[in-house]
């Protein structure tokens, strides 16, 4: 005697393979956008301005924000290009941004990171506070295209 499968069997299956296949592809995108971003920090620690370079888009920009000595929120604007020679600089010592956590949020080519963080120069912990990076898809994989940042020398994790 043969069994059948049922219809509903059927039904299920093509209901839920979509969502298993998104799901895959959600999790694939999310670390294609961590790895890009580990680039980056790689390339500090390896002094490395080509890997630093290759994680930005074209036109990328990086920010800080903070408050002045009146109290005033305040941005400042450095063009990543600075960035690049600075970082592609060799020290004494070795440049480590160490990141604490991720929080991913992606829509179809549009990532936007949050992570919390700590830098050393060598063993000397300098500051912290949180990156907030907006990301984008392109035909070379995801690529950063602005960093904002906060910065703090207090309550800093080093561990």
């Known amino acids: 005697m043969k069994k ?4 509903a069997v059927f039904f299920f299956v093509f209901l839920l393979a979509p969502a298993f296949s998104n799901a895959q592809q959600a999790d694939d995108d999310r670390q294609a956008v961590i790895a890009a971003i580990q680039t980056l920090f790689d390339g500090m620690r390896a002094s490395d301005s080509v890997m630093v370079r290759s994680a930005f888009y074209p036109d990328a920009r990086l920010c800080t924000t903070f408050t002045d000595k009146e109290g005033n929120p305040q941005v400042r604007e450095s063009p990543v290009s ?4 600075q970082v592609g600089t060799k020290y ?3 440049l480590d941004e160490r990141i604490w956590s ?3 949020r992606i829509d179809g080519n549009l990532a936007s990171v949050w992570t919390e963080y700590t830098f050393f120069r060598g063993d000397q912990m300098s500051h912290c506070g949180v990156n907030a990076f907006q990301m984008v898809r392109t035909a070379d994989g995801w690529k950063i295209l602005n960093i904002t940042d906060t910065r703090s020398t207090t309550d800093c994790r080093t561990e």
């Open 4 to 7: 059948r499968c049922s219809p």
């Open 92 to 94: 004494d010592f070795i």
């Open 82 to 85: 600075r960035f690049i020679t």
């Open 102 to 104: 991720y929080e991913v």
